[in-house]
């Protein structure tokens, strides 16, 4: 009876112990703009009001090389890219403290005057991370210790290797991982996530790659994978990459922000004077133009859809856009362009000239400041041309910024 009861009480135990680490890892991000894509992060309970001096730094590390990679944050551990010893790496943190876990070998280092190294964010699925470089090349590797299962290359998909590099944060969707390639044998190719090989690539699709990542929508309620290039935004079937409606877009120069899909609709933007659009995605993929106007015109900072206001920079000013007519609500050109990322009602504003970050209320009445502070310290290896590119990553309390070498943790839990 003794022995039942010592059993009770250790699966008892172990049941808790369980249960309270995956509440310690509830808000994971395990992917480029969190688990769905949208950039609106679940999390509750953060600090509303920033002390002076900025929240508490908990750790910084020093040796992640070149590159403008993000954060994805599963189980404890942080995803990244960047460059050493003349190769780019993908990289695993201890998220919590900084230490370094494993490093994976991608492949060779893009070379650019706005600054070498990988763009993307990685993608954790399962027991796996998939991470693609800035050349293309694209590797499957193992969560637990980085050993490479797979590789992949866009050029062998027929790709061509974009201005500024692959930006693309591959998506994994079921048993696919899909990416864009771009080119002549299709724009979007969609492979075995176990094994890397080739299922299908869009025929009837068949821009050049840009900068933008792929999202899922179900208009209609059926899922289709959505794109936007320089030229169009489109939709392909899942199944086989079937095109199902595209639109034109007068993408300029560089093409870069992540589309948002919400209630049947598709909203794009970029900068260069390109501006917005929002269509509609009607029964049999009938495509309506809801509004095209110039009131976002978001370089590569990123748009976040809160409620229905959209919120980014939009070139010249950090802007509030209604999401269903595409009127301006507010704008406010007090703080610089940069990046944005959302959780608990907050926005969370990098300038990426000065490494400022400020604590935003995500409100249509207008900018409204609860805080800000300035990296310290700043890499020292940064091109010219470069700036603080990264975006901010907010995870299980915890806010993740980058600055090429360095990777920042800061604490923005409620005490």
């Excluded at 199902?244 to 609709?265: K, M, N, Q």
């Excluded at 976040?304 to 269903?324: M, S």
């Excluded at 990426?352 to 805080?371: D, F, R, Y």
Aim: charged letters at 20%; one cysteine or more; proline letters at 5%.
């Amino acid at each position: 009876m003794k022995a039942f009861y010592r059993r009770l009480l250790f699966a008892s135990s172990l049941g808790f112990f369980l249960t309270s680490g995956l509440a310690n890892y509830a808000n994971d991000w395990p992917q480029w703009r969190g688990p769905d894509r949208t950039d609106v992060s679940k999390e509750t309970g953060l600090l509303k009001q920033w002390p002076a001096e900025g929240p508490k730094r908990v750790w910084l590390f020093k040796n992640a090389g070149n590159g403008y990679s993000g954060p994805a944050i599963v189980a404890g551990k942080l995803f990244t890219m960047g460059t050493r010893d003349d190769s780019e790496i993908l990289l695993a943190l201890d998220a919590d403290t900084g230490k370094e876990l494993w490093t994976a070998k991608i492949g060779s280092v893009l070379n650019n005057n706005w600054g070498d190294g990988p763009r993307g964010t990685p993608t954790v699925n399962e027991d796996r991370v998939y991470a693609m470089g800035g050349r293309g090349d694209l590797v499957c590797a193992t969560v637990a210790d980085g050993k490479v299962i797979w590789q992949q290359s866009m050029r062998d998909l027929g790709g061509k290797t974009p201005g500024w590099g692959y930006t693309e944060s591959v998506l994994v969707d079921g048993d696919q991982v899909v990416c864009t390639p771009g080119g002549s044998k299709g724009a979007i190719a969609a492979l075995d996530k176990m094994t890397g090989k080739l299922r299908w690539q869009s025929k009837d699709f068949t821009d050049g790659a840009h900068y933008a990542s792929i999202i899922v929508g179900e208009p209609n309620a059926s899922k289709q994978y959505i794109q936007l290039t320089m030229q169009h935004v489109a939709g392909v079937s899942p199944k086989d990459g079937k095109l199902l409606w595209e639109t034109s877009f007068p993408g300029r120069t560089a093409v870069i922000p992540t589309p948002i899909y919400h209630d049947g609709c598709v909203y794009v933007t970029a900068g260069y004077s390109a501006g917005c659009k929002l269509v509609k995605i009607g029964p049999g993929n009938e495509v309506t133009t809801v509004y095209e106007n110039k009131v976002m015109k978001n370089h590569h900072g990123g748009v976040i859809l809160v409620g229905d206001h959209l919120y980014g920079h939009a070139d010249p000013g950090w802007t509030c856009q209604d999401f269903k007519t595409g009127e301006e609500v507010w704008n406010h050109r007090g703080f610089g362009k940069g990046a944005i990322a959302y959780a608990d009602g907050m926005l969370y504003c990098l300038e990426e000239s000065s490494g400022t970050v400020a604590l935003v209320e995500a409100s249509p009445k207008g900018w409204q400041e609860h805080g800000r502070f300035k990296l310290d310290p700043q890499t020292t290896i940064r091109s010219p041309s470069g700036r603080i590119w990264t975006h901010p990553v907010i995870c299980n309390g915890k806010l993740y910024l980058r600055d090429q070498d360095l990777i920042f943790c800061f604490d923005v839990k409620k005490g």
